[in-house]
């Protein structure tokens, strides 16, 4: 069944793949065979963006709004526990997503801050998720800022999600098998587009997350600024982006969905050192 | 609102916005008095082509140099909104670096006026709208020098 | 008031290399909204930079300058803890200031 979608996939990318072939040659002015300088010039594009990273400035957003006592019980985030103790920032996105004995669930970054701002500072749920994905100045997501201060509070330490709960283990489960279900309109499934080397939409290289160094790089680059949104996007935007290219029905935020399909991917990175907030085109 | 903004935001003209605003004590005491009159070039920003930018700027047609290099710029950009581009001119007496994109909107990018004392190095991430030579301009002892660099572009950045 | 820039100034040798993001829109006037409606410009006109008092840059910008902008310049002089102060205005009207002490 595997071998049937990646057969399936490659042939139409042949076509791409001449595509991409013929585009390099007409910038290059060189044989087909230098297809590679393309892709090398877009990786010094995006070697080039590294520095002065729009994400700085969610971060620092995130960090003001961590500390700053909000809602009607007039707390901080500062006493939330997201997986290391009450108010630990530092290394904490390395072991996400994680079960936790107060709520009984497995939770994702995100689903943990909610519950951090709904139980400690007493904001009303249908309102902090309302807007999780900002939209320019006047639409900013609290959230998406927030995430940004806790991931860079990760940066440099290595991914260690745990499995030792068993329902971390189901959740786990759950992820792959979501991961290679395929369905909707177009027989997607995220194997389709990520379950083989060497696979690309136009321009785009995709990543082999069945693979541990396809598996970590992915992972640890998200959340990301993404300059085509013009916005600092989260995980849980990643996974909602990707249903939506599938033609697959809407990825509720926090769903159980979501958090399994997170679980799956994070858990697969371990060992890899956590490289975010990146940015990506 | 009160009245004193709002008259603010209606005025246009960028050299009558600033006496305004110096009037109105809104410019800080500590602000340099060039900066204070420092006005925007509405005229040079309009421009729709190279030649035409570089009247606006009052500039005469600029003289290739190999003395202007760029840095940091990629030969193609993933995304036309965010390019990164670096300009550096070994022209002695660099007063000032432009960012022209020939097809572009409107053609002129940026102008930034390089002080005595700074190094005539700019980096800074611009728009391109397609595919497009970014011309570098450069005026040191009020005349005009010109570098290009082709930039590729996979997905316009002007929006839309 | 806008968001805050992150301004980082260091001391390479003689010389003080800054690196500023700023928070903004920079709007083209070119797009349109889901109402087919055009977003009106907005974007940073002019942005100065002065050390001790003195203009180290001083720059005037057009919507073509990508939206949360970077920029990157260098100048003779300057000691550590000494402050870079950097200001933007933009076609509304708003203005930011933000300083950084050089390290």
Redesign the interface.
């Known amino acids: 069944m595997r071998d049937r979608a990646s057969r399936e996939l490659r042939r139409p990318l042949t076509g791409f793949a001449l595509a991409v072939c013929g585009l390099a040659s007409a910038l290059t002015g060189v044989s087909a065979l230098s297809q590679t300088s393309a892709v090398d010039e877009i990786a010094k594009y995006r070697a080039a963006l590294q520095e002065g990273n729009p994400s700085e400035l969610w971060e620092a957003r995130g960090e003001d709004i961590w500390k700053q006592k909000r809602g009607p019980k007039q707390a901080s985030l500062e006493a939330c526990d997201l997986g290391l103790g009450a108010g630990v920032v530092k290394g904490a996105y390395t072991v996400l997503p994680r079960y936790f004995a107060d709520s009984k669930r497995v939770m994702d970054l995100e689903t943990r801050l909610v519950y951090c701002m709904v139980n400690l500072q007493g904001l009303n749920e249908a309102d902090v998720v309302k807007t999780p994905f900002g939209n320019g100045n006047d639409k900013k997501s609290d959230i998406e800022a927030l995430v940004a201060y806790v991931t860079s509070e990760s940066r440099g330490i290595k991914m260690n999600v745990s499995l030792d709960k068993p329902e971390e283990r189901d959740m786990y489960r759950l992820g792959e098998r979501m991961f290679y279900f395929r369905g909707g309109s177009h027989d997607f499934g995220c194997v389709t587009c990520h379950g083989a080397d060497n696979l690309r939409i136009r321009l785009q290289d995709l990543p082999n997350l069945t693979t541990l160094q396809g598996a970590q790089k992915a992972y640890t680059t998200w959340p990301a600024y993404r300059v085509s949104q013009g916005e600092l996007r989260s995980f849980q935007w990643r996974l909602y982006d990707c249903f939506r290219q599938q033609r697959f029905p809407e990825l509720k935020y926090g769903s159980e969905a979501s958090i399994a399909l997170t679980m799956f991917l994070a858990r697969n990175a371990n060992g890899a050192a956590y490289d975010g907030p990146a940015i990506k085109r | 609102m009160d009245r004193q903004r709002r008259k603010?935001?209606k005025?246009g003209g960028?050299a009558g916005?600033l006496a305004f605003?110096a009037a109105a004590g809104w410019l800080?005491p500590?602000?340099?008095l060039?900066?204070a009159a420092?006005?925007?070039?509405k005229a040079?920003?309009d421009t729709k082509n190279v030649p035409d930018t570089m009247k606006a700027l009052g500039g005469t047609e600029p003289t290739p140099s190999k003395d202007i290099t760029f840095f940091?710029?990629?030969?193609?950009?993933?995304?036309g909104?965010?390019?990164?581009v670096?300009i550096t001119s070994t022209i002695p007496n660099t007063e000032a670096i432009a960012i022209l994109?020939e097809k572009?909107?409107?053609t002129?990018?940026?102008?930034?006026?390089?002080?005595p004392?700074?190094?005539s190095?700019?980096?800074?991430?611009?728009?391109?709208g397609q595919s497009s030579n970014i011309v570098a301009v450069v005026k040191a002892d009020g005349k005009y020098y010109m570098a290009t660099k082709e930039v590729?572009v996979?997905?316009g950045?002007?929006?839309? | 008031m806008a968001d805050p820039m992150k301004i980082r100034a260091n001391l390479v040798g003689d010389s003080t290399e800054v690196k500023v993001l700023m928070s903004h829109e920079m709007e083209t006037g070119q797009r349109k909204d889901a109402q087919g409606k055009t977003i009106p410009a907005w974007f940073i006109q002019n942005v100065a930079a002065t050390c001790n008092g003195k203009t180290v840059m001083s720059a005037q910008w057009g919507p073509a300058v990508s939206k949360n902008p970077f920029l990157s310049f260098k100048f003779k002089g300057g000691a550590k803890g000494d402050k870079v102060v950097i200001t933007w205005t933009d076609n509304r009207g708003d203005k930011r200031t933000d300083e950084a002490s050089i390290a």
Do not use: H, Y
């Open positions: 603010v935001l005025t960028s916005l605003l800080q500590g602000l340099a060039a900066q420092a006005a925007w070039n040079a920003f940091q710029t990629p030969d193609i950009a993933e995304n909104a965010v390019v990164p670096g994109i572009n909107p409107n002129l990018a940026a102008v930034f006026d390089v002080p004392g700074t190094d190095t700019i980096t800074t991430r611009v728009k391109m590729k996979t997905l950045g002007c929006g839309g």
